[in-house]
């Protein structure tokens, strides 16, 4: 088993900037890819951005240009840099790994969460 685990999140002002932080461990593991998603009350859980073990990245259209992921494979750490804030990026933001484990079919995990909140 591989349990994630995510930091950073707080209360911050429109304008204002957070590093989200998602740390694997458990299981000896490959990373095959790493995301992050965001669900807001009310709202269904979507993707904000993923990067894959190759670097290679995609982002949701409401965060381009604001928001920046990265890895550090070191660390087994996985990191979301936000900046330019805004009250609609108001949510509770989880990190979702796919992983192989030995020789395994790749399987996934997901984090327990963390609020972020934008507002004045």
């Known amino acids: 088993q591989v349990q994630l685990v995510e930091s950073g999140g707080g209360l911050v002002q429109p304008g204002g900037s957070l590093r989200l932080s998602c740390a694997a461990s458990?299981?000896?593991?490959?990373?095959?890819?790493l995301g992050w998603y965001r669900q807001a009350p009310g709202n269904e859980r979507e993707l904000v951005a993923i990067?894959?073990?190759?670097?290679?990245?995609n982002y949701a259209d409401s965060v381009k240009g604001r928001f920046t992921i990265s890895r550090d494979s070191a660390k087994n750490t996985a990191y979301l840099e936000m900046n330019s804030l805004k009250p609609e990026d108001t949510a509770v933001y989880y990190c979702?790994?796919?992983?192989?484990?030995?020789?395994?079919?790749?399987?996934?995990?997901w984090g327990q969460g963390t609020q972020v909140t934008v507002s004045s």
């Open positions: 458990g299981s000896i593991f490959s990373i095959i890819s």
């Open positions: 979702h790994a796919v992983l192989s484990i030995g020789s395994l079919v790749p399987v996934d995990s």
């Open positions: 990067i894959t073990g190759g670097g290679a990245t």
